[in-house]
């Protein structure tokens, strides 16, 4: 079975700065998809960017990044230029790559962006 | 832009009563989930549902649970007899057939409060 794994239970970060969130995982797999989710005080799970394994280009969404290490089986979460609304619980998620896959999520990490 | 709907926003029921949760996937997605998040633990898998049967469920996902498609716009997510534990934030979530289109899309979710 597969296992998601944040050993980051909070993080914080000043306002412009800055902050990457870790997560590993485990799985025998050679091909399967990783994901960011956030999920703000409303508790709404918004996707923030998606990782492809056979890509070896890391994913890049206007100011988050990963840095997807598949050896290592890494997947970091970079935030860069931090705003308020940033602060959230952030979910990294693996799923095998057949179509209608059941996500696996890690236990999350909270960040407080301070201003 | 296409969103999941859920509906109520926040149920209180008594112990041992029947719930019906209800959500709306986005139009062209084929695979429906439905995932549930105890206050403060991670995101957890209950179900998927794809060409009007269940493709995967979790051990969670007991006799106490069931999922219908009752048309073809709703997806619902029925508790017989509920627990005090099964207090939690359930998520609908939707996606599409594979490739980029296999991004799970969460909906807002429904505060299930058992008394």
């Known amino acids: 079975a597969q296992t998601v794994t944040q050993s980051q239970p909070e993080m914080s970060v000043q306002e412009a700065e800055t902050v990457t969130l870790s997560c590993t995982y485990d799985t025998s797999e050679s091909d399967y998809y990783l994901f960011w989710y956030k999920q703000p005080p409303s508790r709404q799970m918004i996707l923030v960017i998606r990782?492809?394994?056979?890509?070896?280009q890391n994913a890049t969404e206007n100011r988050f990044s990963v840095n997807f290490q598949k050896a290592a089986k890494s997947f970091s979460l970079k935030i860069s230029d931090s705003q308020l609304g940033d602060a959230a619980m952030y979910f990294c998620?693996?799923?095998?790559?057949?179509?209608?896959?059941?996500?696996?999520f890690g236990g999350g990490t909270r960040l407080m962006v301070k201003p | 832009e296409p969103e999941v709907t859920q509906t109520p926003s926040h149920q209180v029921t008594q112990m041992g009563q029947e719930v019906i949760l209800r959500c709306v996937p986005i139009?062209?997605?084929?695979?429906f989930y439905w995932y549930r998040q105890i206050l403060g633990q991670k995101v957890e898998f209950l179900v998927s549902f794809y060409n009007n049967e269940i493709s995967e469920k979790s051990e969670i996902f007991d006799d106490q649970f069931s999922v219908e498609r009752p048309d073809g716009s709703n997806f619902t997510l029925k508790i017989r007899s509920t627990k005090l534990e099964d207090s939690a934030m359930y998520f609908c979530?939707?996606?599409?057939?594979?490739?980029?289109?296999?991004?799970?899309?969460f909906g807002p979710g429904t505060r299930l409060t058992v008394l």
């Open positions: 990782q492809e394994a056979y890509k070896q």
């Open positions: 139009s062209n997605h084929l695979y």
């Open positions: 998620a693996y799923r095998r790559i057949r179509a209608g896959n059941m996500l696996t």
């Open positions: 979530a939707s996606s599409g057939t594979g490739g980029a289109a296999d991004t799970q899309y």
